[in-house]
Structure formats: structure tokens, C-alpha cells
């Protein structure tokens, strides 16, 4: 499906020496219903030496696809009978409730600029770990678009992806290769500053991972190896299907979210920590090229 956001256009920098970078995209996206950003994105103290892998104190982040929801809109009863029905997929709400599980707190991204947002809006070398919820293809990775409600066969997932140009609404191979092209930068709403390919690398401890929550994401190699290569961190994904867990339903009225786990293939996999289905042999890891 593509997305009929159109962020803006690369901007390029002609004078910069900088390693090339991003482009004018939507930044952080606002909270969606239901659900919120909790507080300000990325603030935090400097450490006593900046600087990737540097006296910084380290922190886990959590981002989920923020533009993922029930089109047209269902209730939460109609909810319940999809669930019951074998038709129903997990939303931007759902990714939440997994990281509300472990009592944690999710950053809002709707789009591939708004996860980068949420990146270089950290102190840099901080970010010891991303934990990425979202929806994918083995060569995309979307932060938004819908769950078809009038599907009655199969369940029905449509991603908004790069086109037209855009290289901001989707994470992937050509998103990636344009960002780090020279000269390249991107800048966040209501604010001047560029920011280039090594801001985005540079908020990452030396040992950072970044690990994506979402279907089919280690099924193409190449493509965990190419961001890899882009963030210059550890990336996991996994060959299986994600599986979100919700928990008994018990009011028909209104669904429940509490405690949302994630497995492996199923259900039956599921664990009480999804941060630790790394361990898993599905699990598929690359470490940047030296």
C-alpha cells in the first residue's frame, strides 16, 4: 500500500563534510488514541564524555509503529469476535500494551523519520538498545497503515510504504542508502538543525543492538546486514512470524490489552519478557562489516 504522505524532499548540503545523512521527513509522530508518548523523547543528562561509547549512561528504548489501526473503525466487541475468529491482527495499541507488559514505556513513531527522531533526540552514545514493534516485510519495515476490518477470509495487513520519491515513511534499502549518501541530512519539526548520518550513529554505545519485534524481519539476511551497516550496531530479527498474545478476554464489552506477551511462530512460545526471545534460534543476528 502506499502511503500518501509525501515527507519532504532530501535536503542536501553542499558545504558539509559530514558523512552524509537524512532527509526532511515527519519526525516524532503525537500520540494516537489511547495511548501516549511519556514525556519528552531522548532528554537525558549528558554523561561525562560524549561520544559514542563514551562515559554516557546507557538507556533501552522502545519504539513501536505508531500509525497502525482497524480501517474503517471497528468496536471493541467487533474486536473481540475478530480475535475469536481467527482475523485479527495486532495495531499501534497492542504494540504499546507489549511494552507496558514489562513496565516499560513505548516511543510513538508513525514513520521511518520519526524513529530517527527518536534517535538523534538522545545523548549521544546512550542508546544501549532499541526495541523495534511494528509491522514488516522480509525488505520493509512500516510504521504505519491499516487492518483491513472487512477482511472475512484471511487476516489483512496493509503497510504504507516509500513511493513517489519519499524515502521517510519506510525503513529500507533504498531509504537507507539515500539517507547516507553525501550531503544528505534531515531535520525534525520546528527545528533548524541537520543532522547528518553520524548524528544518527553516534547517539549508540559501541555495543548497542537494535531488535526487530516484526513478521518476516530476518527472513532476507541481506537486508538485517544493510541496517547493520547503516546504524553500525548489532541488528536481530527473526525467520518466524511475530505472535502477539493478548490475554483472556472476559469482558465481551471491552477488549484487554493487559499484559500483552509476544512468542515465536505462536502462541505457544509465548514468553513473560519479549526482550528475551533473542535467545531464540529463530532469532537471526548481523553485526555491522568492519
Known amino acids: 500500500m502506499a502511503t500518501a504522505c509525501t515527507p519532504g524532499p532530501l535536503g542536501i548540503d553542499l558545504l558539509s563534510d559530514a558523512a552524509t ?19 519528552p523523547i531522548g532528554l537525558q543528562s549528558p554523561g561525562k564524555a560524549p561520544g559514542k561509547g563514551g562515559g554516557t549512561s546507557t538507556k533501552e528504548i522502545n519504539i513501536v509503529g505508531g500509525g497502525f489501526d482497524w480501517d474503517p473503525p471497528i468496536s471493541e466487541t467487533e474486536e473481540i469476535a475478530k480475535l475469536n475468529g481467527n482475523l485479527w491482527s495486532p495495531g499501534t495499541k497492542d504494540f ?20 530517527l527522531g527518536a534517535i538523534v533526540t538522545s545523548a549521544p552514545g546512550s ?39 519519499s524515502t521517510m515513511v519506510s525503513l529500507d534499502v533504498q531509504s537507507i542508502k539515500a539517507i547516507a549518501a553525501p550531503g544528505v541530512f534531515f531535520q ?5 538543525k541537520k543532522f547528518f548520518v553520524k548524528d544518527i550513529r553516534d547517539k549508540f ?15 532476507l539476511t541481506s537486508f538485517i546486514q544493510d541496517i547493520a551497516d547503516f546504524f553500525k550496531t548489532t541488528v536481530v530479527g527473526f525467520t ?45 543476528t548481523r553485526s555491522p562489516t568492519p
Not at 22 to 33: L, V
Not at 100 to 115: L, Q, R, T
Not at 188 to 192: G, I, K, Q, R, V
Request: proline share 6%; net charge neutral.
Open 21 to 39: 545523512d537524512e532527509q526532511i521527513g515527519d519526525g516524532i509522530t503525537g500520540p494516537g488514541a489511547g495511548f501516549g508518548l511519556p514525556g
Open 96 to 115: 504499546v500494551a507489549v511494552v507496558n507488559s514489562v513496565k516499560s514505556s513505548a516511543v510513538v513513531a508513525g514513520d521511518f523519520g520519526g524513529f
Open 188 to 192: 525534525l519539526p520546528s527545528n533548524p
Open 240 to 284: 518466524t512470524d511475530i505472535a502477539f498474545c493478548p490475554p483472556t478476554q472476559s469482558d465481551p464489552k471491552k477488549f484487554n490489552r493487559s499484559g500483552m506477551q509476544l512468542g515465536i511462530g505462536s502462541c505457544a512460545s509465548k514468553v513473560q519478557d519479549f526482550r528475551t526471545l533473542i535467545s531464540d534460534p529463530r532469532a537471526v
Open 205 to 219: 554505545a559501541s555495543d548497542a543492538t537494535v531488535v526487530l519485534y516484526a513478521c518476516h524481519s530476518g527472513l
Open 127 to 165: 542508546i544501549k538498545r532499541i526495541n523495534l514493534i511494528t509491522h514488516a516485510n522480509p525488505d520493509i519495515i512500516a510504521f504505519s497503515g491499516k487492518i483491513v476490518s472487512t477482511a472475512t477470509v484471511n487476516r489483512d495487513v496493509r503497510m504504507d510504504i516509500n513511493a513517489n520519491g
